[in-house]
């Protein structure tokens, strides 16, 4: 299988190469200045690893490729935006799920603590780079700034490295086999989620 990414230069493409060499598929890719001379022809499956501000653009012209789509969260940090985007992928059934690794460690009676350097959560801000452990939080969700390092608690045990890369493995190697249809409704609840935690953090 040949897997195209997006953003193929950055940080977190560069995880989802390493890890596409290690299940045994090939890899192809361009950075985003490229979208225009774009063919999606050779490739079996898509990842979108751009930064947030390009997914719209990007999503919208793979819609009606007819393979599965993997987009980097979040998808968009505007839910009117992220609401008009479901809505065109919904009406042509574009099958894209969201990067979920937290999904393959998190069971159902997860709290949602963590502890995370805003300086150090990417371009897109403490709430929305912990947009996965706020999705599965059951009750309230402690969002700190104090520690210098990921420090994120599921259950009572501590993430390590080794822990997260099983998971982002697992999450590649079962989106590829079983590219279910999407769950629009759940992403855009899950945005929401997050949307209305940082408005209500923000007024406090």
């Known amino acids: 299988m040949k897997v195209y990414i997006f953003g193929v230069k950055g940080n977190m493409a560069r995880r989802y190469r390493s890890i596409l060499d290690h299940l045994g598929h090939a890899v192809g890719g361009e950075d985003i200045e490229v979208l225009d ?15 947030t501000e390009s997914h719209a653009e990007i999503l919208h012209s793979l819609k009606d490729c007819g393979r599965p789509i ?8 505007s839910l009117t935006q992220l609401e008009t985007l479901l809505g065109d992928l919904k009406r042509v059934g574009t099958r894209i799920q969201m990067v979920s690794q937290y999904d393959y460690l998190i069971d159902e009676g997860f709290d949602g603590q963590t502890e995370y350097d805003y300086f150090k959560s990417g371009s897109d801000g403490l709430y929305w780079d912990c947009i996965n452990i706020i999705k599965h939080a059951r009750g309230t969700v402690s969002l ?6 990921w420090n994120c608690m599921i259950n009572g045990q501590k993430l390590n490295l080794g822990l997260m890369d099983k998971a982002y493995v697992e999450m590649i190697d079962h989106w590829l086999r079983d590219p279910t249809r999407t769950d629009y409704d759940g992403i855009f609840k899950t945005h929401k989620k997050v949307h209305d935690l940082e408005a209500r953090c923000h007024k406090s």
């Not at 490739?43 to 979108?48: G, H």
């Not at 993997?70 to 940090?77: D, G, R, T, V, W």
């Open 144 to 149: 700190a700034c104090e520690s210098p390092v």
């Open 37 to 51: 001379g774009f063919s999606e022809a050779d490739a079996d499956a898509f990842i979108v690893a751009t930064p």
């Open 70 to 77: 993997l987009c980097e969260k979040p998808i968009s940090k």
